[in-house]
């Protein structure tokens, strides 16, 4: 068996999540690979070894964030170029996280080395001049929405559809009254969940207006409940000293387990704009998109996006479904106002299930990470068979699991009309 030796790099939480699940079934297609890169402690588990933790080394928010981190940003480039140069893997495999990512698909195809990207650059959203770029680096492009394909129609790319991988990372387990038990919650109540993001900076500016938002609901709706969805990256008792600041007169909860269970089952929830909104359409959860940037990050980003939401809800489905509370909007008054505007109106709540519905089933199914190995191996003349009977047991195991029974989303883009 060929062995395969991959360098794959992802900034962030959600990155990290996706590219161990990716580097799972390519150990499960062809165990023979060696991973090296740069991510976090999933693609550390499955198997990556771990040249540098970027999400605790790494996780920058906006212009400012790059300016103040510039130089650790640079070291780490530098080391990941040298990595590249001395030991020319066979593929470097780019998880999203464009701005770190686009100048080292750069150095890598100068190198002649292979480059893969899986998740792409939004560029259907800003900065569509990156795609003269993406086509001149980039061997293979991984897409994983569908409105993607017609971004990158006759621009020269290799590219593969292979859905969301969220549908490979989303387990529900429990119902409404097993979950609220769980966590201390009244199943008579109605429940509103603050997610306030994966980012310490995210969660320390945020959830300070949530909570006060808590605060102006619960004067018109006194039984109301609120839990925080607590991100793996971020230490329960950060949550617990920001809660305990603001002396509210009721308990907020802080969720550490069975959170998808929690999301898809509560009344209503307070979004910070990123995956966590698809995550909210997925699991058919109604909420609201909050988001907030320095001045001048957001006077920058105004004039390099392309659309005119920036919630990805909104953005699959052509149109705004799911109100965004962006800057100098995002305040405790319209939290509130707008949180009572859909649990107050039936009618207007059930528009947004319904609505949210349409998102998923545009998004596809279970299977992304599984087409998008495939599609991987493919480009090394590796042809994988899932119904491989020398299988080990583990191999079989993951194969199987959440089973998706087309491969309609890993066509290639120049098959599709």
């Not at 650059?121 to 061997?139: F, H, M, N, S, Y």
């Not at 409105?147 to 559809?161: A, S």
């Not at 387990?171 to 109540?189: A, I, P, S, W």
Request: charged share 25%; hydrophobic share 40%.
């Amino acid at each position: 068996m060929r062995k395969l030796h991959l360098f794959l790099i992802a900034g962030e939480e959600s990155g990290d999540t996706h590219g161990a699940n990716l580097l799972e079934a390519l150990h499960a297609y062809h165990p023979a690979i060696e991973a090296v890169g740069l991510g976090g402690e999933h693609m550390e588990k499955a198997g990556m070894k771990l040249r540098r933790d970027m999400k605790k080394d790494l996780a920058i928010i906006g212009l400012a964030g790059v300016v103040t981190n510039f130089p650790k940003i640079a070291r780490v480039f530098k080391d990941t170029e040298a990595y590249l140069q001395q030991h020319r893997p066979d593929a470097l495999i780019l998880i999203d996280y464009p701005g770190f990512n686009i100048r080292m698909a750069q150095r890598a195809k100068n190198l002649g080395i292979p480059v893969i990207w899986y998740i792409s650059p939004q560029v259907w959203a800003w900065k569509k001049g990156r795609i003269k770029t993406l086509a001149r680096t980039v061997d293979l492009m991984l897409l994983i929405f569908p409105f993607e394909i017609l971004t990158y129609k006759g621009r020269g790319i290799n590219t593969v559809h292979v859905g969301h991988p969220l549908f490979d990372e989303i387990t529900l387990e429990m119902t409404r009254e097993e979950v609220y038990k769980f966590h201390g919650l009244d199943t008579g109540q109605p429940l509103v969940t603050l997610v306030p993001g994966s980012r310490k900076r995210e969660v320390r500016d945020f959830l300070h207006i949530m909570l006060q938002g808590a605060l102006r609901y619960r004067e018109t709706h006194p039984d109301t409940q609120f839990a925080v969805i607590r991100a793996t990256t971020i230490d329960e008792e950060l949550l617990h000293e920001i809660i305990a600041r603001e002396n509210l007169p009721f308990t907020v909860k802080v969720v550490s387990k069975h959170r998808h269970d929690l999301r898809k089952h509560a009344d209503f929830s307070w979004v910070k704009s990123g995956t966590s909104t698809l995550e909210a359409a997925i699991l058919g959860a109604p909420h609201l998109i909050v988001y907030k940037v320095s001045w001048l990050t957001w006077v920058i980003g105004k004039q390099l996006l392309t659309n005119s939401v920036i919630g990805l809800p909104n953005i699959v489905a052509d149109k705004q479904i799911v109100p965004e509370l962006l800057q100098d909007e995002f305040t405790p008054l319209n939290l509130a106002e707008q949180t009572a505007a859909y649990l107050d109106h039936p009618d207007q709540y059930a528009r947004m299930v319904d609505d949210l519905r349409r998102v998923k089933e545009k998004l596809g199914g279970p299977g992304a990470s599984r087409r998008a190995a495939r599609a991987i191996l493919k480009l090394f003349g590796i042809d994988p068979d899932p119904t491989d009977t020398t299988a080990t047991r583990d191999r079989r195991t993951f194969l199987q699991r959440d089973d998706f029974p087309s491969d309609h989303y890993g066509t290639n883009l120049e098959n599709q009309k």
